[in-house]
């Protein structure tokens, strides 16, 4: 069945040192892959999506995504955290064959320490 | 702001009661997501509507229901309710072209 896995539910990274968050998918095809991120209180809100194409793709708050296919991997990545940057963040994927299926992940929730 | 509504934002009701939460959709969407998030269970999928017509169902009990009406928004109907249904309930509309749901600001409902 397809899934989606955030291995790591809690991570603590000091402000201005960099973060990858790992999204690991279960599908035999390409989904479209997804980053929201959910603030304290919030609704989740969009960070960046792959569709196809370049496997580095640029998002909102200086976030970036690389697909891997090799790995069914989308781990998020920012090379310099900020305070403001602590949340939760879910990878999400879109099966778009057979019955669509909009899937997220468990969800990462970042500290952020000053 | 994400441009969908959710009403009320808070909800404390006593546990056998029946609540409503209203969702409308950003202008155009004709999908809407219905999302249950707890701390222990995360975020769940409970059901989605597409231009009034159930689309897909996930882990949404036999107590709750919903339905999307003629000018697309939307109703979760939650009865029975226990104290494990305390939660948020957030309410998605997708933007058909690009598969990215827009959130709204969630229903934070307190069963005592």
Do not use: M
């Amino acid at each position: 069945a397809q899934s989606v896995t955030q291995p790591d539910i809690h991570i603590t990274v000091s402000e201005g040192a960099s973060l990858e968050l790992r999204c690991n998918y279960s599908y035999g095809a390409t989904p479209y892959l997804f980053w929201y991120v959910q603030s304290p209180g919030q609704g989740l809100q969009l960070l960046l999506k792959y569709f196809s194409g370049d496997t580095l793709v640029q998002g909102i708050k200086g976030f970036e995504a690389e697909f891997k296919r090799s790995q069914s991997s989308f781990n998020l990545r920012k090379p310099s955290v900020h305070w403001s940057d602590a949340a939760e963040y879910f990878c999400a994927v879109v099966i778009t064959s057979g019955t669509y299926k909009y899937i997220f992940g468990t969800g990462t929730r970042l500290k952020v320490l000053a | 702001d994400s441009g969908v509504t959710q009403t009320p934002k808070h909800l404390i009701t006593a546990t056998g009661q029946r609540v409503t939460l209203r969702c409308s959709p950003r202008s155009g969407d004709l999908s809407v997501y219905w999302y249950q998030q707890s701390l222990d269970q995360g975020l769940q999928f409970l059901i989605q509507y597409y231009n009034g017509e159930e689309r897909a169902k996930g882990n949404i009990l036999e107590r709750f229901s919903a339905q999307q009406f003629p000018d697309l928004h939307s109703e979760l109907n939650l009865s029975s309710l226990e104290l494990g249904d305390s939660a948020l309930y957030f309410c998605a509309s997708q933007e058909g072209s690009t598969d990215t749901q827009y959130f709204g600001p969630g229903t934070r409902l307190t069963v005592l």
